[in-house]
């Protein structure tokens, strides 16, 4: 069994927008001056589109079903566990982006991709704005670790362990016995 064309299109291209984030968060976001102003409209259209991706991956995923491989249940529990906690984790970091987003008195709504305004998100308890930019940036270094560790898990997949769940990630298809 193999992983599903669409679900390998989509983690990847979860990879690249959460690379493309991160490299904007990080990058010309702390900029001096309205640096981070201007750059926040893509911040929030990418994180929009990364919304959109994982909503999507987990819909698909709960009508498709993970390529069997021969491990322990404690293994399989624990794979699990580690994606949805990932999973969790992504949106955590998308929801509390958002209810951080307030923009300056008489400064315009940001539009996702130029068209679309950012509907501003509902007061939440006590925790402003600010209290919930804070947490989101927390997060984000909570998601940067589990990313780390999905990353070394794979590492581990593809050069210590070589079953060839990297090759049905990349290709679609496991490790076969070559042809003699």
């Given at each position: 069994m193999h992983?599903?064309f669409?679900?390998?299109l989509l983690?990847?291209?979860?990879?690249?927008?959460?690379?493309?984030?991160?490299?904007?968060a990080?990058?010309?976001m702390?900029?001096?001056?309205?640096?981070m102003?201007?750059?926040?409209?893509?911040?929030m259209s990418?994180?929009?589109?990364?919304?959109a991706?994982?909503v999507l991956r987990?819909?698909w995923?709960?009508f498709?079903?993970a390529?069997?491989?021969?491990?322990?249940?404690?293994?399989?529990?624990?794979?699990?566990?580690f994606?949805?906690?990932?999973?969790?984790?992504i949106?955590?970091?998308?929801?509390?982006?958002?209810?951080?987003?307030r923009?300056?008195p008489?400064m315009?709504p940001?539009?996702?991709?130029?068209t679309?305004?950012?509907?501003?998100?509902?007061?939440v308890?006590?925790l402003s704005?600010?209290?919930?930019?804070?947490v989101?940036?927390?997060?984000?270094w909570?998601?940067?670790?589990?990313?780390?560790?999905?990353?070394l898990a794979?590492?581990?997949?593809?050069?210590?362990?070589?079953?060839?769940?990297?090759?049905?990630?990349v290709f679609?298809?496991?490790?076969t016995?070559?042809?003699?």
């Amino acid at each position: 069994m193999h992983w599903h064309f669409g679900i390998r299109l989509l983690h990847w291209l979860t990879v690249a927008a959460l690379a493309a984030q991160i490299a904007i968060a990080f990058g010309p976001m702390r900029g001096p001056g309205m640096a981070m102003m201007n750059w926040l409209p893509l911040h929030m259209s990418i994180g929009a589109t990364i919304l959109a991706i994982i909503v999507l991956r987990l819909c698909w995923r709960s009508f498709t079903r993970a390529p069997a491989r021969p491990t322990s249940r404690f293994v399989r529990f624990a794979t699990a566990f580690f994606h949805m906690l990932l999973y969790v984790t992504i949106l955590a970091v998308l929801i509390t982006g958002w209810l951080g987003y307030r923009p300056m008195p008489f400064m315009p709504p940001a539009r996702l991709f130029g068209t679309l305004p950012v509907p501003l998100a509902p007061s939440v308890g006590a925790l402003s704005a600010r209290g919930f930019a804070f947490v989101h940036q927390k997060l984000v270094w909570i998601m940067l670790g589990l990313v780390g560790i999905h990353v070394l898990a794979a590492t581990v997949h593809l050069g210590l362990l070589r079953d060839g769940v990297m090759r049905s990630m990349v290709f679609g298809r496991p490790k076969t016995a070559s042809r003699g």
